[in-house]
């Protein structure tokens, strides 16, 4: 039941020609098109680029009465397309065709190409019939460039009290883009759209902000759990949508219990496969969220879970709208599964990354909860035997750095994540540094199977050792391969990490794959770069801030595959929400360890001030690459903890 079309390849990118198909404001005209040619009698389809397939599984033909399926290349020939075998387009003069349906976007050299091959007669339709309006629009010369669909889709609920803020810069300024602006949509749980706008956005690398409370006000809904689509248009550099969201409560509490949590961008090309969904714990409710990404109902067993490393399967016995949402109970499906056990999600490619929800169900906290997602489970992975050499030249090589908080107050857990297809064992270590960059603890995992559930707690690995004196016992810790008993590696090391206060339970968690840092030289392109070629070995990332009774808290850590510079030179840039630079402050990070730091702490009221609500902070190291957690924090530690995004 997984939907056949392409949508992301680690060679070539992201997919633009689903988005296109799938954009409601084109599937709508989409719609028009197929009723236009349902009327019109036989249809012979011309496909030259192999586009039919995708246009058949986003959108019902069956109306159309289709006299033949032609193609251009003669390795199509014969394929089964809508139930017709392709035929060189050269007998389409034969067809009885009363309309061709030519199935490209910028068709004009298409149609050009066979005129005189068409029927007598016959109209001519493509699928520029169905094109978005130019104003949504970046190059207007070729349709599916990909920042013609800088698209995203966002978790997005304001119902029982609880409500979701979107906080993002303009980004795409940073590479010359000019007049960027947002079209957004707005979808209930049913998928209809309840809100549509538009949004300019300042000129320069400004902060954006979209709350679910101002939305509500300023459109007169009522209370809502659904998504939203955010469309970027005139962007640049970047066809990638990246946000941070909030989740927080009236007065940041419900039902008696404080909630308050944080994600990020859903990543904006469905997957098959999803991974890393936490089994609850007693006491708790996990919830997926399943959100369809597209304009075509998603079909009951078409979804469903199971155990990593059982193949038995719960199927989602229910339909789920256009651009609808879904609340899938991980009990109801799977009523055995308890932490640390984790499952695997069967998506089709009906969904982008999706959300979970874990909700405490006992009292004093019923009703808190905290908001993560999943990861892309790969398909096209196979153990790379290559990866056990990298010591020689890579150190560590591949590495997945997390936060160690504070021990006094708080409970740093990891949990190693399988996140491939072929990856049937996982070889892993488990390194704890101060932040200073000594290793005070390491732990060999062995070989864990697929099936394998271990949770890792710090302070055990530690057993007593210190990080630091009270108030300063934090750092950081890594999860490598360990191939010294032998295994595979594929360079898809994930993990989930939770973090737990001690003193009333409330929790976090965030969930990231391992990269190698801070060497000159590349494998498969690693050390990843955000822009251009590897390696990547300079830092921007962006960190939202809190407001009113909010601090925000940062972590950032120098994780390095081999010895780098003894220090970073980490600046830390304040700006307001037009861009202007407000303050700065530059701090060091010894290699191989970590900075714990907060905005209040670092920023004098008076900056803050200037800075008001819908400043940020960027964080910038020309000299190395960091990798950071941000989160909110109010005086009794109630806080959200997320990765942050770079650009």
Not at 432 to 453: M, N, P, W
Not at 590 to 604: I, K, P, V
């Amino acid at each position: 039941m997984a939907l056949r079309i392409d949508t992301f390849s680690n060679q070539t990118g992201g997919n633009a020609l689903f988005k296109a198909l799938g954009h409601p404001e084109g599937a709508d005209r989409m719609a028009a098109l197929i009723r236009r040619l349902a009327a019109s009698g036989p249809v012979a389809i011309y496909d030259p680029l192999g586009f039919l397939v995708t246009v058949a599984n986003l959108h019902d033909l069956s109306p159309i009465q289709v006299a033949g399926v032609y193609v251009q290349d003669l390795a199509d020939l014969g394929q089964q397309r809508l139930g017709h075998a392709t035929q060189p387009v050269t007998d389409l003069r034969a067809s009885p065709a009363r309309a061709v349906f030519v199935a490209a976007f910028d068709a004009g050299r298409f149609v050009d190409h066979v005129r005189h091959l068409l029927p007598a007669g016959a109209a001519v339709a493509t699928l520029d019939d169905a094109k978005l309006p130019d104003e949504l629009l970046t190059n207007r010369q070729r349709y599916l460039d990909p920042l013609n669909f800088a698209t995203n889709f966002v978790f997005f609920r304001d119902q029982d009290g609880l409500h979701t803020r979107l906080v993002t810069a303009n980004y795409w300024a940073g590479y010359g883009a000019k007049d960027v602006g947002f079209w957004l949509t707005l979808f209930d749980e049913n998928g209809a759209r309840i809100a549509t706008w538009e949004q300019k956005v300042p000129e320069g690398v400004a902060g954006v902000t979209i709350d679910s409370r101002e939305v509500r006000r300023r459109f007169g809904l009522p209370e809502f759990t659904g998504q939203l689509l955010l469309h970027v248009i005139n962007g640049r550099g970047h066809d990638v949508v990246k946000y941070a969201l909030d989740t927080y409560s009236d007065a940041n509490l419900i039902n008696g219990a404080t909630t308050l949590s944080c994600t990020h961008d859903a990543n904006a090309w469905p997957s098959n496969l999803y991974a890393g969904l936490p089994a609850p714990r007693a006491g708790e409710r996990v919830v997926l969220w399943v959100q369809n990404s597209h304009c075509c109902p998603i079909p009951a067993k078409a979804v469903g879970l199971n155990l990593m490393g059982d193949d038995k399967i719960a199927w989602l016995n229910s339909e789920v709208p256009a651009f609808g949402s879904y609340a899938l109970d991980v009990a109801e499906h799977l009523p055995a599964a308890r932490w640390p056990q984790q499952i695997e999600i069967q998506a089709g490619k009906h969904f982008v990354r999706p959300r979970y929800e874990v909700i405490d169900t006992n009292a004093p906290h019923a009703g808190r909860r905290r908001i993560a997602h999943p990861n892309v489970e790969r398909e096209d992975l196979k153990p790379d035997p290559r990866i056990a050499d990298l010591g020689n030249l890579m150190g560590k090589g591949y590495l997945l750095p997390a936060p160690v908080l504070p021990l006094s107050r708080w409970r740093s857990l990891a949990l190693p994540t399988p996140m491939a297809t072929d990856q049937r064992e996982l070889p892993v270590a488990a390194i704890v540094y101060d932040k200073d960059g000594r290793e005070v603890a390491h732990r060999r995992l062995g070989r864990l199977q697929r099936r394998d559930s271990v949770a890792l707690d710090a302070e055990e690995l530690l057993a007593g050792a210190s990080l630091g004196a009270p108030g300063q016992d934090w750092g950081h810790m890594e999860l490598v391969y360990d191939l010294s008993a032998g295994g595979d590696a594929d360079g898809w090391l994930h993990g989930l990490f939770r973090y737990e206060a001690k003193a009333h339970g409330h929790a976090a968690e965030t969930s990231f794959g391992a990269h190698i840092f801070n060497t000159v030289m590349t494998y498969r392109n690693e050390p990843q770069s955000y822009a251009g070629r590897a390696p990547g070995l300079s830092t921007r990332l962006f960190l939202r801030l809190g407001t009113g009774a909010l601090d925000t808290l940062c972590h950032l850590i120098y994780p390095a595959s081999t010895p780098w510079h003894p220090q970073s030179a980490t600046e830390l840039l304040l700006y307001d929400r037009d861009g202007q630079e407000v303050a700065r402050r530059s701090v060091q990070i010894a290699c191989g360890g970590s900075l714990l730091w907060r905005y209040h702490e670092r920023f004098a009221a008076e900056e803050r001030a200037r800075a008001g609500a819908g400043g940020y902070v960027v964080i910038r190291d020309t000299t190395c690459r960091l990798f950071g957690y941000h989160g909110l924090i109010d005086a009794q530690d109630h806080f959200s903890l997320d990765h942050m995004f770079g650009f």
